[in-house]
C-alpha cells in the first residue's frame, strides 16, 4: 500500500511532535512516530524498515523545500546523476529486499528509473529465495565421504543398479493464501478474509527412481496410502 501525501504530512508533524531537547540537541522517535502513525490509519499496514525510509525522505523533503514531496520539476533529471544514483544504492545496502515500487514511493521516483538505476547503473538484479535443508556442520563431512565411498565402489559390482533416489512433496489441499501479496482494491474496506483449517488436509506425494525404472507416484494421506499406476 503505498503512502498518500496526507500520511506524509502526518509523519513529519508527529516526528517534530514527538522531539525532546536534551543538553541543546534536539532527539526525534521514529518508533513514537510510528505509534501515533497506526492510531491514526489503523486500516494502513506499514512494516518499520518501511516506514523509517519513507519517513527520512518526507523529513529530508521538507526541509529543503517545505513539502513532503519533491519541488516541481525536480524529478528525475533526463541525465542519471552521481547524486540521484546514491539514493537508491544506500536503500538497497541497508535493506535489499526493497521492492522496486516501495523504492519508488520513498524515492519519489517513477517505477521506470529506479528499475534503470538499479539494473543499469548499480547491476543489481531481483533473485528469488531458496529453501534448502538445513545442515548441520557434522553433515558437510559426513556427505563427503559417501560421496567418495559410493564413486569408488561403482565398477565393483552392481551399486548402481540398487541405488535408488527418492524424493517427496506435501500439497495443500483446501488452498493457499498469500495475505502479503492478496491486495483487493476497493472504495472501502472490504474487512475481507480467507478461512484457514486448524488442521489443513495434505497429501504428501512420493516417488523413486533408480537407473532402470521408476517407482511410483505414490500418494500419503493421513492414515492411508495409495498408488496411481
Not at 33 to 52: A, H, I, K, L, N
Not at 159 to 183: C, M, P, V, W
Request: aromatic share 14%; net charge negative.
Amino acid at each position: 500500500m503505498a503512502f498518500t501525501e496526507q500520511h506524509k504530512i502526518f509523519m513529519v508533524m508527529s516526528y517534530y511532535r514527538n522531539g525532546v531537547k536534551e543538553e541543546g540537541t534536539w532527539q526525534y522517535s521514529i518508533g513514537l512516530c510510528m505509534e501515533e502513525f497506526r492510531e491514526e490509519f489503523p486500516d494502513f499496514s506499514v512494516e518499520y524498515t518501511q516506514f523509517r525510509q519513507t519517513l527520512n525522505v518526507s523529513f529530508k523533503n521538507f526541509q529543503e523545500n517545505g513539502s513532503v514531496t519533491r519541488k516541481p520539476g525536480s524529478g528525475c533529471p533526463k541525465r542519471r546523476t552521481p547524486e540521484l544514483i546514491e539514493e537508491p544504492r544506500e536503500v538497497m545496502e541497508e535493506t535489499p529486499g526493497t521492492s522496486i515500487r516501495h523504492l519508488s514511493q520513498q524515492l519519489g521516483l517513477s517505477v521506470g528509473t529506479c528499475n534503470t538505476l538499479l539494473e543499469k547503473d548499480l547491476h543489481l538484479f531481483p533473485y528469488r529465495l531458496t529453501s534448502v535443508h538445513e545442515l548441520h556442520p557434522t553433515d558437510f563431512p559426513q556427505r563427503v565421504q559417501y560421496c567418495e565411498w559410493f564413486l569408488n565402489t561403482l565398477d565393483l559390482g552392481d551399486h548402481l543398479e540398487k541405488t535408488f533416489f527418492i524424493d517427496e512433496a506435501y500439497f495443500h489441499l483446501s488452498g493457499y493464501g498469500n495475505s502479503q501479496n492478496t491486495r483487493i482494491w476497493t472504495s472501502d474496506n472490504p474487512h475481507f478474509f480467507i478461512e484457514s483449517p486448524q488442521y489443513p488436509q495434505q497429501v504428501g506425494v512420493w516417488a523413486a527412481i533408480n537407473q532402470h525404472r521408476i517407482i511410483g507416484p505414490i500418494f500419503l494421506w493421513k492414515h492411508k496410502c495409495c498408488k496411481i499406476p
